[in-house]
């Protein structure tokens, strides 16, 4: 099953050669040794010898990373490169590498589905996020036959059915343009939905009654009333709106004579940006163009693009807009040149003054930003020296930088760590059991990348989340919102806040997310 999947329509392709043919295959079924052998590790009792007829998984979305690229026949490109025009896969998607626990998933629901018929359940509450890689591997995992008994053996054929990609110029990381194939929506949405809907029963918190907070989210300008999205009056509303600082006006007047064309790149600035911390991302292969060769239009469009992603580096702050030309900074200096950063630390001090004057234990607080990730510990040192925290009470977890940890704890384990020290629990080897931490030694802040936005529970204490990077997909919004939106926290009210600043990107993004219908939220609609 493994390698027809994985083989994808290489086997039956007229177009490429029989020589061509063979080596694909060779290559597919040595990754596929690979995986088997990775899933086999450390196992000790072959799962024949127990004489299983159902399995279940909790927590499944940990499976879903199985499939995780996919590849269309090769075709003309539209782009071209030194004057040449170049064949490229019609889509070639890529999400990274498949994980180990998702391979052995994988094995044990096939050996239950092959022998005993079916008999396996999946729960999580986000079965997938907005990747069709996603849809592909969860679906395999409990309805692979299925699939195939309709002529959706592999992936390639899945994305030809389902999927709809198309060729966008976009920016890369060296900031050059490119031809890309970006997924688009899905094409005959009936015939997936029906699928989907066979083998996944999904409901919302809402239909089944989860106890969760309630949410508010900030700026807050509309409500619902009876089903309808109304605006509240100004006495009612709620602004994060802030103005800029003269240091990024300054700067960001630069980036808007860049946008208009009344400056050259070369004058505003050279590199690249930092690229965003997703390690998960989906990417796809594009050819990088000639500047040179594109149209008035398209380079103008470049333009733009390039601009936008500099106004979005600059709101979080001038320390992480390559064009900036500034040093390294202070704590004092990173925070207070920017209005967002200063803003998110006073309104944690009002926080921090309000339990101090109740009596009662500071509540929890999430930072997420995927920008600037090189300089969380600035944040992290200002809420220490500036606020009063201990060093134990404020957290940072990403892909570079997991703190504080004890010295000798392996990688994959600093996370769960850090995680239980936010919850206010920690393991006793003693007794094996978890142990509830006093409100002194809780952690009481998370900075977190991109890394804290699934597969990971921050509610029981929390009482805010500060969104500081605004991301360009819904799904991604909800996922971090869930991290302290959901069942399990003490509190009423989780306030989310998103601190917009004016004359940037800001303000554009967010309400773009509010008004977008996601692709995930298609697949579920009638």
């Not at 050669?17 to 295959?25: I, N, Q």
């Not at 003054?353 to 929890?364: T, Y």
Request: charged content about 25%; some cysteine; aromatic content about 8%.
């Amino acid at each position: 099953d493994l390698y027809d999947i994985l083989m994808q329509k290489h086997k039956d392709s007229e177009k490429i050669s029989d020589k061509k043919r063979d080596r694909e295959a060779e290559k597919v079924s040595s990754l596929v040794e690979g995986l088997i052998g990775q899933a086999l590790t450390k196992t000790t009792v072959a799962v024949e010898d127990f004489g299983f007829d159902f399995i279940g998984f909790d927590e499944a979305h940990a499976l879903k990373k199985v499939f995780t690229s996919v590849q269309g026949e090769s075709e003309e490109n539209l782009g071209s490169k030194g004057g040449e025009t170049q064949a490229v896969q019609r889509y070639k998607i890529n999400s990274g590498k498949p994980r180990v626990t998702a391979i052995k998933g994988f094995i044990l629901t096939q050996y239950l589905q092959r022998f005993h018929g079916g008999n396996t359940m999946l729960l999580t509450a986000t079965p997938f996020t907005n990747s069709p890689l996603e849809i592909y591997s969860m679906l395999s995992l409990v309805a692979h036959r299925h699939l195939k008994e309709l002529g959706l053996e592999n992936i390639q054929t899945f994305f030809e059915n389902y999927i709809a990609v198309s060729y966008e110029m976009v920016i890369n990381s060296r900031l050059r343009p490119e031809r890309r194939q970006i997924i688009t929506g899905f094409n005959n949405l009936i015939s997936l939905q029906a699928i989907i809907r066979r083998f996944l029963n999904y409901k919302t918190g809402e239909q089944v009654n989860v106890p969760r907070p309630n949410k508010i989210v900030l700026p807050l300008r509309n409500k619902m009333v009876n089903g309808t999205m109304v605006a509240l009056n100004e006495d009612e509303r709620i602004d994060t709106v802030l103005p800029l600082t003269a240091l990024q006006t300054q700067l960001m007047d630069k980036v808007k004579q860049y946008a208009d064309g009344d400056l050259e790149e070369s004058m505003m600035c050279s590199g690249a940006l930092i690229d965003e911390e997703d390690e998960e991302a989906e990417t796809s292969e594009g050819i990088e163009l000639d500047e040179e060769t594109l149209t008035s239009d398209e380079k103008i469009g470049v333009r733009l693009l390039k601009s936008m992603n500099h106004a979005r580096n600059l709101a979080l702050s001038p320390y992480i807009f390559d064009c900036s030309g500034l040093g390294t900074p202070t704590a004092e200096k990173y925070i207070t040149t920017s209005n967002k950063l200063l803003f998110t630390m006073e309104s944690i001090r009002t926080m921090k003054d309000w339990h101090a004057k109740d009596g009662s234990d500071m509540s929890g607080v999430i930072i997420y930003m995927d920008r600037g990730v090189e300089y969380f510990k600035l944040i992290r040192q200002y809420l220490i020296e500036n606020l009063g925290f201990a060093e134990h009470e404020v957290g940072i977890i990403s892909s570079q930088v997991m703190i504080p940890t004890p010295g000798k704890m392996a990688k994959e384990d600093k996370k769960e760590y850090l995680k239980n020290l936010f919850l206010g629990q920690r393991f006793n080897p003693v007794t094996l059991e978890m142990e509830e931490l006093s409100g002194s030694e809780r952690m009481k802040i998370v900075i977190g990348s991109s890394t804290i936005k699934e597969g990971i529970n921050l509610q029981k204490h929390t009482s805010v989340l500060f969104d500081c990077w605004e991301d360009w997909n819904p799904t991604d919004v909800q996922q971090l919102e869930g991290r302290a939106w959901r069942q399990g926290n003490k509190f009423k009210t989780v306030r989310i806040v998103h601190p917009l600043m004016i004359d940037s990107m800001d303000i554009f993004m967010f309400q773009k997310l509010e008004e977008k219908t996601t692709r995930i939220n298609t697949i579920w609609e009638s």
